[in-house]
Structures are given as structure tokens and as C-alpha cells.
């Protein structure tokens, strides 16, 4: 996998109507990852009507908002959250449940859905992937559903050739 600060081929999100459903419950974390993502839609040249943030509580809580983006027409959404283990396997199950029910959804919707969620031991290595020294996780994942989303829309236009 590519590392989140590394270029990828060119991404264009000029006429792409992108969702990101972002949890909220680790504040600092979230905004990181917000700014992250915002700004690489921008870089991309995404207008900013064509961009739809939604916060809600948890990251058990993004795979209801992100179907409704879906249904409402998104060419790509951008989930981002952070879940810190902690002292029970609670994290695991979490992590598991969500991230198999996006991936089915991006799978059968065919809509990119792309996990800008971090899966981490502490806050420090949260900081450190969003936006800090190893990364930001946030315009990673803004990148990669936007080049799904051109990928897909080229496919479609050649008939799968």
C-alpha cells in the first residue's frame, strides 16, 4: 500500500459529488482528518457544492449515513474516525463490523467507500497519521475514493474494455 503522503497518479475530482461521514469521538483526531480530506479535494479541484460532510458519534455509527449518501447519489464516500484499543477487545468488534459492512456496500452499491479510519494503540499514533509525521490518513483516503471513482467512471464509459 502506498504511504498517505505519497503522490498517486492524478486524481480530478472536478464534477465527482463526494460524501465523507467522519466520526467524531475522538475531537482532535476527527478535525485532523477532516482538514485532511477537505484539502485534498480541493487540491483536486472538487467544488465545494459538490462535497457533503456529515459527523456523527461513532464509528459504529458511520455505515447507516453512508448508505443514505449512496442512495442520495454520491460517486464516492470518504469514511474517517479513529478507534484507540483499550483495555477489552471491544475495539476488534467494532472494527470488524464496520468496516466488513462497508466494504459489502462499496462491493455491491459499486461505489467507492473509502476507510480513512484509524485503527490504533494510542493518540499519539492517531496525531502521528493525521496529518503528522506518518502521514495524513484523511486526504489518503480522500485520493484513493477519488480515484475509485474515476477508475469506475472510465470503466463505464468503455463499456468494461
Do not use: N, W
Amino acid at each position: 500500500m502506498r504511504r498517505a503522503d505519497e503522490p498517486s497518479a492524478e486524481t480530478r475530482a472536478a464534477g465527482l459529488r463526494v460524501a465523507i461521514v467522519a466520526s467524531d469521538y475522538h475531537r482532535e483526531i476527527h478535525d485532523r482528518l477532516l482538514a485532511g480530506a477537505r484539502a485534498a479535494f480541493g487540491q483536486a479541484g472538487g467544488a465545494s457544492e459538490d462535497l457533503r460532510v456529515v459527523v456523527v458519534d461513532g464509528v459504529y455509527d458511520l455505515p447507516a449515513p453512508v448508505a443514505e449518501a449512496i442512495e442520495q447519489g454520491a460517486d464516492a464516500v470518504v469514511t474517517l474516525g479513529c478507534v484507540v484499543r483499550g483495555e477489552t477487545r471491544h475495539d476488534r468488534h467494532i472494527v470488524d463490523a464496520v468496516f466488513g459492512t462497508l466494504a459489502q456496500m462499496a462491493a455491491t452499491r459499486r461505489v467507492p467507500v473509502a476507510v480513512g479510519i484509524l485503527t490504533v494503540e494510542t493518540l499519539k499514533q492517531a496525531r502521528q497519521r493525521a496529518g503528522g509525521e506518518k502521514g495524513d490518513a484523511g486526504a489518503f483516503a480522500m485520493r484513493a475514493a477519488l480515484r475509485s471513482a474515476l477508475a469506475l467512471r472510465d470503466m463505464r464509459k468503455d463499456g468494461g474494455r
